[in-house]
């Protein structure tokens, strides 16, 4: 796999003229553009084991499928791109509903500083786990949950999801819960 390259973005999520490696983006703590995908279906919402060579939160629960925007690329066409790479996904980007633009800041281990703004979108589909190819060195599974079962887990603090409590209280308002 290459390097991938970001956009480094002032504190107001403005692009700076930069660009930076992955890595350096992370090590710096450089604001930068990430996407959530969530896919949703009949009551239930689908979640991604993260692969465990993952360099930030391994072996753990986390949005149906996330990723960097590369540099200089737009946050609908990363999630279209995202879907594909990571769960096999075709999708338009008319099938994708933007709810929310949020930024965050997390440490999810020492040296590794993720400072992002994050575009936050759902996806409708009837398609099922069976109907996915899994990238073996991001995803290890995806599982469907009942949406109140992610809130139970979301609010339980459960150990195996990854936190995303800012964003969790917008997709529980988007989903009525």
Known sequence: ?????????????????????????????????????????????????????KDSYPNMLDASCAGHLDAGEEATACAVRELKEELGLDVAPSDLELIAQISTSTRPRPG???????????????????????????????????????????ESGDPELVRHDAEFEILFKYLGL
């Open 1 to 53: 796999m290459s390097e991938e390259y970001f956009d480094v973005l002032d504190e107001n999520g403005n692009k700076t003229g930069i660009t930076k490696s992955r890595n350096a983006v992370h090590r710096d703590g450089d604001w930068h553009k990430s996407v959530h995908i969530w896919i949703i279906r009949d009551g239930e919402i689908l979640l991604q084991r993260r692969a465990p060579q």
């Open 112 to 154: 590794f500083i993720n400072n992002e703004f994050k575009d936050i979108f759902v996806l409708r589909t009837d398609k099922g786990p069976e109907d996915m190819t899994f990238q073996k060195e991001e995803v290890a599974e995806v599982i469907y949950v009942p949406f109140a079962k992610l809130k139970e887990m979301a």
